[in-house]
């Protein structure tokens, strides 16, 4: 009898302690930090342009010796184009690269880098300090945009040279024939022109470290010169002007007033450049990092539309981000480099997954502005600041940072909803008022699809996402993210797949504690 008592309370006990654990886990379930995502197909920031996912192959480090050029690689095709490194462009479907700098294009030649490779000058590259022989050049870059399925945006050197050599250098790229600068393009293997559409106006022509810098009076008039006569060769073009190498010059923004007030009704775009760091090691800063590019964008947008009011113009300025990402992890190692050599390692980053959240966040901030931001360039692509990483001789792999940007490239070409975040705040010394979610609605009209693009900025809170998107009924197709404990951990030739995507489930929808997330619904209604 005193056994069965005994057996009797021993039941009761576990059936409680059932209960209690039930009713705790649902409580705290209840009670899960929350995301309320208010909007509809009715609201609407704007149309992506392609050229958002644009990128950028300077010529100097490895980016192209080493990195899309290397004839002895086992891949290389016939021209020595790395075989591996257009597998993995073609993967991110890049729809723009820009050419060939950076700072290298203000001491760049162009007359140089055709012809036949052996009588090809060797140069010194003042602005990386390195020797280029000139074996990958223009013809080869436009052969290898072929093969990677990308459009050319050709940037002329405003630094060292100027006007004569900007008309050269369209005749020599897109006039058909008849011509001096275009017969010699087809003797030297491309017969029909290549019809770049996009011509960069120099590169930071505001930066003192420019070879050539400018004040903004001196560069609004050569900018306005040379793109007047680019558009006399070819009204279609499509012409960008530099804007401020980064918010924090001193000459911002009278930089862009100054430049616009020479060049307003003969440029289509004003580029902007910008990179994010956090050497102070300070996660919840750095997190909150692309609040610094929504604010330079807006404040660009500022300068534009005061410049049209003030030229009482009916035209539209867009911008073009043609650099931005990460670019801090290299600095220490490069001031070790030897001088004057082909393909050093500079600006070799080893991208981390706390780069990864970041990157994801700019990019959001980069849709977000899409009725602006019509054009925008990573910066760069392969081993120089890259999403793309190779071996000289060896492997080529996907940094951290790779896969924000494949996900947003393939699934973020639509309308951008102009969405109202319900979440909590953390306070930051540098940003203010933070939400602990960032989060981006595209909407695929045709494939009646929403995707959302979300990171989760919290340390140790799963938070759990609702959406109100009014007339729509929302069901998840599938939830990827990037998730890792370790906020250093990088993808390296031994442990390429690190940080790779992952499908998540279970029971509603949540974002991990810092993570980065891609979830896309069928919208019916
Ligand atoms: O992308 C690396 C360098 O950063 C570019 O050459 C220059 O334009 C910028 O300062």
């Not at 609201?43 to 996912?53: A, P, T």
Request: charged share 25%.
């Amino acid at each position: 009898m005193r056994g069965e008592v005994a057996n009797i309370s021993k039941d009761a006990m576990f059936f409680a302690l059932g209960w209690s654990i039930l009713v705790l886990s649902w409580v705290i379930k209840e009670q899960r930090m929350k995301c309320i995502i208010r909007g509809g197909r009715h609201f609407v920031i704007g149309s992506v342009d392609k050229r958002i996912f644009g990128s950028f192959l300077e010529q100097f480090g490895r980016a192209v010796y080493g990195g899309v050029y290397e004839p002895t690689h086992e891949s290389a095709d016939e021209e020595g184009m790395r075989g591996d490194v257009i597998a993995l462009v073609r993967e991110l479907d890049v729809p723009v690269v820009r050419f060939p700098g950076g700072n290298y294009v203000s001491n760049f030649n162009w007359e140089d880098s055709i012809g036949p490779k052996e009588e090809r000058p060797t140069r010194l590259d003042l602005a990386w300090r390195a020797t280029d022989p000139n074996q990958f050049g223009l013809d080869e870059f436009m052969r290898w945009t072929r093969k990677v399925d990308t459009e050319a945006m050709m940037v002329v050197n405003l630094g060292t040279r100027g006007l004569a050599e900007a008309r050269d250098l369209v005749e020599y790229c897109n006039h058909p024939g008849g011509s001096t600068l275009s017969e010699l393009r087809r003797k030297n293997g491309a017969d029909e022109p290549y019809g770049i559409k996009m011509w960069g106006l120099g590169n930071e022509m505001d930066g003192p470290w420019q070879v050539g810098h400018k004040t903004a009076h001196e560069y609004g008039r050569l900018a306005s010169e040379v793109a007047k006569a680019l558009k006399l060769f070819d009204p279609e073009l499509e012409v960008i002007a530099c804007g401020s190498s980064n918010s924090e010059m001193v000459t911002f923004p009278e930089w862009e007033e100054t430049v616009l007030d020479h060049t307003y009704e003969v440029v289509d775009y004003l580029s902007l450049h910008m990179y994010f760091r956090n050497d102070e090691d300070d996660l919840a800063t750095f997190l909150a990092t692309s609040k610094r590019m929504d604010a330079f964008i807006d404040t660009v947008i500022s300068v534009c539309d005061y410049v049209k009011a003030k030229k009482r113009s009916d035209k539209t300025m867009y911008l073009c981000f043609d650099e931005w990402n990460v670019w801090f992890h290299s600095n220490e190692q490069d001031k070790k480099l030897e001088p004057w050599t082909v393909g050093p390692h500079l600006l070799e980053d080893v991208y981390t997954f706390e780069d990864a959240l970041v990157v994801g966040c700019l990019i959001n901030s980069l849709l977000r502005h899409c009725n602006r931001v019509k054009i925008a360039c990573m910066a760069q692509l392969v081993n120089v600041i890259a999403p793309i990483m190779t071996e000289d001789g060896g492997p080529a792999w996907r940094q951290t940072i790779f896969w924000p940007f494949y996900y947003a490239s393939r699934y973020g070409r639509g309308e951008v909803l102009d969405i109202r975040l319900e979440v909590g705040t953390y306070e930051n010394p540098t940003y203010g008022e933070v939400e602990w979610v960032d989060a981006l609605a595209v909407h695929h009209k045709e494939e009646r699809e929403l995707v959302l693009f979300a990171v989760n900025r919290h340390p140790d809170e799963e938070i759990s996402v609702t959406l109100d998107l009014s007339d729509w009924e929302a069901q998840v197709i599938e939830h990827i993210t990037l998730e890792h404990e370790d906020m250093k951990a990088t993808n390296t030739k031994e442990h390429p797949d690190r940080i790779a995507p992952k499908k998540r489930g279970g029971d509603g929808l949540t974002l991990a504690p810092l993570s980065w997330n891609m979830v896309r619904f069928t919208v019916k209604g």
